[in-house]
Structures are given as structure tokens and as C-alpha cells.
């Protein structure tokens, strides 16, 4: 059964740094793209990051040079390292996994989902 456990998350000064972690247990790790995501109040949930198997990846245009992306397959952990973090960065971080070979930015092609992570930004 996979599961994925998101931690890092909390509240930040803008400008300031955070990096989410995501366990995977239950499943080959190595085998699935991975993703981040996120969605603030009143907002649908949006890709931020995604990598694929061989590591490649893609960002959302809005973090892009800010956040970036990585998996430690030894360790079944897929990271985000956020940085020059904004207020608009607000929102909850969800890890996701799916059994592909290339990765999207949509939330719809996502099939396993972590219970997420608050991040906050204060100006």
C-alpha cells in the first residue's frame, strides 16, 4: 500500500527558507514520478515541482529559480527545497506519486497523495 508522509513544513519571514520531505513507504520508489503541490484557501490545488524517473524535472513558472525539486531513491525521500520564500507561497504542500515513467504539472494525473504540510510566509 503506498503511503507518502510529507514533513518541513511552518511559518517563515518572507525571504526566508524551508525544506519539505516526503517518506514513501509500500511501493518501489525509484519507479514512480513524483510531485509537489500545493493549494492555498479558495484556490484549486496547483503543480509546483515534478521529477520524473530519471530525474527530470519541472517547475511552476512562479518558483521557478526559487524552489527545486529532488528524491533520494536509497532513502525512498522526495524533497523540495524552497527558497526567497513570498507570501503568496502560502498554502498546503502535498506530496504525490504516480506509476509512470514522465511526469505532468496536473494534480489529475497524480493517483497517490500525501495528508500535507502548512507552509506560511508573513511580508
Known amino acids: 500500500q503506498v503511503q507518502l508522509v510529507e514533513s518541513g513544513g511552518g511559518s517563515v519571514q518572507a525571504g526566508g527558507s524551508l525544506r519539505l520531505s516526503c517518506a514513501a513507504y509500500?511501493?518501489?520508489?525509484?519507479?514512480?514520478?513524483m510531485g509537489w503541490f500545493r493549494q492555498a484557501p479558495g484556490k484549486e490545488r496547483e503543480g509546483v515541482a515534478t521529477?520524473?524517473?530519471?530525474?527530470?524535472?519541472r517547475y511552476a513558472d512562479s518558483v521557478k529559480g526559487r524552489f527545486t525539486i529532488s528524491k533520494d531513491n536509497a532513502k525512498n525521500t522526495l524533497y523540495l527545497q524552497m527558497n526567497s520564500l513570498k507570501p503568496e507561497d502560502t498554502a498546503m504542500y502535498y506530496c504525490?506519486?504516480?506509476?509512470?515513467?514522465?511526469?505532468?504539472?496536473?494534480?489529475?494525473?497524480?493517483?497517490?497523495w500525501g495528508q500535507g504540510t502548512q507552509v506560511t510566509v508573513s511580508s
Open positions: 504525490a506519486a504516480d506509476y509512470r515513467t514522465r511526469a505532468t504539472m496536473s494534480p489529475r494525473d497524480f493517483n497517490y
Open positions: 521529477i520524473d524517473i530519471d530525474d527530470s524535472t
Open positions: 509500500g511501493y518501489t520508489f525509484s519507479s514512480y514520478c
